[in-house]
């Protein structure tokens, strides 16, 4: 009988990096993803390809940069026919379990308009068998769950509100109405433990998507105040905002649509202080704790069940959070800490590079050409993203990239954002490409706007360069380079295809004994 061969790809949604590797790694508790990182592969120079949530989902699972799959923003609809990691796995007998969402707006050319799923953009992708529903907007059974439990709350809003003990005035690090064994991510791992050991005789692929530390943030005790908001360091910034804005138009606006007050439920006059932007660090830091503690959960049931040696582990986020750094908060801006986040794997059979570090620049697309490859599934030319086993082996092919690239859509076609009000732009110019290379970082934007440019090697994101005749070389250098890099990776879902007498021919893509180097 061959042996199992299962996939078990969690996400965490919005947690940066340097919360597991970096400069808030030691203020925050993560023995369990530390110990699979000695355990792993780690690439610490991984990063998003798009943000806020269902673009960069959408980039995940299809392995696409969003110029090519267009799902830009929450709510703008991916094509019906896109190939993911979901869809590929079927050919290769998987049935792909959903434990959480996808956040995928769905498109509305395959659904009559009355349809529910045109309801909602946090729809599961195609392919997927949703196992339980938790979607961040929905979550029905966890609902349920908390209602069984005897909790009482009249709307969905109020479980994010934080709770004060009776006769204290309310405090943002109050903790949530239910307890930590009923938590959101406690829920969906008791669930997840529920249903899987019966799936122990086959090979199984199980996406497994955790919420937090995502906003709202509101922790039940003890994550609300593990950590102390003093001991915290402060966010990477200039001392004011205005020193921020006046670095690029497009910082203004940014610093205006997300403020810590909309991080927490109950406190919409939260004034920006230090005060305040501690304790919010530190709630958010407790809840990667929690996610932690629910990870190892997660990874001692693959030991115990004898699954841990047959299971491809990848455990990553979609996108990172700001927390104040540069006076923001979210993910909507250039920063690396808005699309810098972790990616741990945990390969069988790969023993000899367990704790090794990867520092070539990785990319969220490269994520499902590596299960694919893995399972010895052929990735589809649709897919920009590049299987990372040889890499994962520790060798570096010789046209592996030197750069990684990001992009931002910042319009709302309905209703036009703060940007577009403040930068005069409108839905169709409203964009921005980041191309990051070890010592420079471009950002150009669609509109007639001025590029940015950092030198990492000088004052890095507290300075835009760009401007600077000394550095006029170099941006028409990256310039070109990020051109050139949105040429070569053009839509090639077809383009590879010919149409011949014998019938149709294909050239792939990335052809496996380049992979294989």
Same mark, same amino acid.
């Given at each position: ?99 959480? #969402?996808?956040?995928? %707006?769905?498109?509305? /050319?395959?659904?009559?308009?009355? =349809? &529910? *799923? @045109?309801?909602?953009? +946090? ?36 479980? #994010?509100?934080?709770? %004060?003990?009776?006769? /204290?005035?309310?405090?943002?690090? =109050? &903790? *949530? @109405?239910?307890?930590? +064994? ?336």
């Amino acid at each position: 009988m061959s042996r199992a061969k299962n996939v078990l790809f969690i996400v965490i949604d919005q947690l940066r990096a340097d919360c597991i590797f970096g400069a808030l790694a030691d203020h925050v508790q993560t023995p369990n993803l530390t110990a699979l990182m000695a355990d792993a592969v780690t690439f610490t120079r991984h990063f998003s390809v798009v943000n806020p949530c269902g673009p960069s989902r959408a980039s995940l699972l299809t392995g696409q940069y969003a110029m090519n799959h267009r799902s830009v923003r929450n709510g703008t609809p991916l094509r019906h026919d896109t190939l993911n990691v979901a869809t590929q796995m079927r050919k290769a007998g998987y049935l792909p379990m959903l434990f959480g #969402y996808t956040d995928t %707006a769905q498109d509305p /050319r395959a659904y009559h308009p009355d =349809d &529910p *799923a @045109l309801r909602s953009y +946090e729809y599961p992708m195609n392919g997927f068998h949703e196992v339980v529903e938790m979607r961040f907007e929905m979550s029905f059974p966890w609902r349920s769950h908390l209602i069984n439990q005897g909790y009482d709350f009249d709307t969905y809003a109020e479980v #994010y509100k934080p709770v %004060a003990p009776e006769g /204290r005035s309310p405090r943002t690090n =109050d &903790p *949530a @109405l239910y307890r930590a +064994e009923d938590s959101d991510t406690a829920f969906l791992t008791n669930r997840f433990l529920e249903v899987m050991p019966a799936y122990s005789a086959a090979s199984w692929f199980a996406h497994l998507t955790y919420i937090r530390p995502h906003p709202p943030l509101v922790a039940p005790a003890p994550y609300n105040d593990m950590y102390d908001p003093d001991t915290l360091p402060l966010p990477t910034r200039l001392a004011t905002p205005e020193e921020e804005t006046a670095n690029h138009p497009f910082f203004g606006p940014t610093i205006a649509a997300k403020t810590p007050a909309g991080n927490v439920v109950g406190f919409d006059g939260l004034a920006t202080t230090d005060t305040n932007i501690q304790t919010l660090r530190a709630l958010y830091l407790g809840l990667i704790t929690e996610v932690d503690h629910h990870i190892g959960r997660v990874v001692q049931f693959l030991k115990d069940s004898g699954q841990y040696d047959d299971t491809l582990l990848i455990v990553t986020a979609d996108h990172g959070e700001m927390l104040g750094d540069h006076h923001s908060w979210s993910k909507f801006t250039v920063h690396d800490a808005a699309f810098h986040t972790p990616l741990i794997i945990r390969q069988p059979d790969n023993a000899a590079r367990a704790g090794a570090v990867v520092k070539q620049p990785v990319e969220t697309i490269d994520i499902t050409p590596t299960i694919l490859d893995w399972v010895g599934q052929e990735v589809p030319n649709s897919m920009d993203g590049r299987s990372l086993l040889s890499l994962l082996a520790g060798d570096v092919p010789e046209d592996w990239r030197d750069a990684s690239f990001s992009e931002l859509d910042f319009s709302e076609p309905l209703s036009p954002t703060l940007w577009e009000r403040s930068l005069k732009t409108g839905p169709v110019d409203s964009s921005l490409c980041i191309l990051r290379e070890d010592r420079f970082t471009l950002v150009e934007f669609a509109a007639d706007l001025p590029p940015i440019l950092y030198d990492h090697e000088g004052d890095g994101e507290a300075r835009n360069v760009a401007s600077h005749p000394t550095y006029q070389t170099e941006l028409n250098r990256l310039g070109r380079k990020m051109l050139r890099h949105r040429m070569r990776n053009a839509d090639q879902t077809l383009a590879l295809h010919s149409i011949t007498p014998d019938g149709p021919q294909i050239l792939p893509r990335h052809p496996r004994k380049s992979r294989e180097k």
